[in-house]
């Protein structure tokens, strides 16, 4: 078993066929074949099943798989790391985040890598947290940044705390619910709400109104564009839950006003995720600290 019939092996497992993988590859599908051949004698199992349909991976290839990956990328990252010691070419560094963080953390944190790491590309992918760190477990990202839930999977995943944060009720500054100044939480039942893509959000968002057993509000959007969000809580007499750190400029300048009703203001780690016996690089380890130093300030 070499890394390039694993590489092949993970390919063909990708696209799902092996005339689309040998197109990728730019081999031959008979090299392709044979390649997926010797790797399935060398391990005494076999990876694929055909039907009509096309192939799918047998148990045995569902299995290696995930280990197919880590292997491929610790491979890639140590080559990387060592071709930019010795000729300090370009590393990457990919990370997959909620969308919160986008805006205002990671710039900071990837313009103080720049400064100390000018050679480190940053590759930032956004998208469901729990896909995230699923990627993360197979080597497909390096690190994932977001908030640990309490009933979070850890399995196989190691997490740095870089702070731990709460969340606030948001509404804009001339929201007419603010007319006879603070509302109550059954005023804002009344509200559409933005509620956000995230199952740990949203379920919290919901006990916050059954512990009170008030009706559920209606929701007028739900997104994980933080941005979106953003822009509609300036814009339109929607009301969210967030953590209000992620709002703290326009909270400051006075154009989003933020109601704690005590419920609303849990806490949560706020850190990065990796995988458990991945090492770390040089530039990751300066990724985390200015990561670090920028949550906790």
Known sequence: MDIRQLRRFVTVADLGSFNKASEALAISQPSLSRSIQMLEDALDIKLFERSSRGIYLTAQGEELLPHARIIMTERDRALATINSLRNRREEKLTLGTESMFTVNRLPVAISMLAISDPNVQVIVKEGSFHELLERV??????????????DLDMNGLTFEELSVEGASILLRANHPLLKNGKPSLKDLTRARWIVPDNPVMYKRWEQLFNMHNLPRPQIGLRTSS????????????????????????????????????????????????????????????????????????
């Open 137 to 150: 477990r197979e080597g497909r990202l390096q690190m994932a940044l977001g908030s640990k839930a309490p």
């Open 226 to 297: 933080f941005l979106l969000m953003k822009g509609c809580l300036l814009n339109c007499d929607l009301v969210s839950m967030g953590n209000h750190r992620e709002y703290a400029d326009e909270i400051n300048a006075g154009e989003l006003i933020k109601i704690d009703f005590g419920e609303t203001a849990y806490m949560r780690p706020v850190g990065l995720f990796w995988r458990a016996e991945a090492l770390l690089s040089r530039s990751e380890k300066t990724f985390i600290a200015a990561l670090k130093k920028i949550s906790q300030s």
